[in-house]
């Protein structure tokens, strides 16, 4: 059983994939708003949920139902400002990356890029915005 909110056509074999493909989905949304949703494994394949707004410029707030045999194993989201920050991991996002114990991914509206940001493993900046991070360019 999957999340009511996921393709069964949209199965991967590998996160980042997943992750990938969710993105270019999520971006052409993000003209203004950050949308986001959540990466879950399930049997052995990777999905990806519909992209959400909470239609806020720099921020959102995510909610799945997750079956017992799925397990969240990612985030994703986009920014879709066009400052020099859009490419960095907000301290909200380093830190609920850090607290669940899973990659965070953003997809950068402005550039197409994505980055992928894995507590633990990606360097971390202190600035007068807090914490951020470039994390890796997929």
Do not use: W
Request: with cysteine; aromatic share 10%; charged share 20%.
């Amino acid at each position: 059983m999957l999340p009511t909110d996921v393709n069964l056509a949209d199965a991967f074999d590998a996160l980042n994939d997943a992750a990938v493909a969710a993105e270019h989905v999520a971006m052409p949304l993000s003209k203004k708003f950050e949308y986001g949703g959540f990466l879950v494994e399930c049997d052995g394949k990777f999905y990806y949920t519909r992209p959400m707004t909470s239609h806020k410029t720099a921020e959102i707030y995510l909610h799945a139902i997750m079956p017992k045999t799925c397990t969240m194993s990612g985030m994703f989201h986009t920014h879709p400002g066009v400052g020099s920050l859009a490419s960095y991991f907000s301290e909200t996002d380093i830190k609920l990356a850090a607290k669940l114990n899973v990659p965070s991914y953003i997809g950068v509206t402005s550039t197409g890029e994505i980055h992928q940001f894995v507590a633990g493993r990606d360097k971390i900046t202190y600035s007068v915005d807090g914490q951020l991070s470039l994390g890796e360019i997929l």
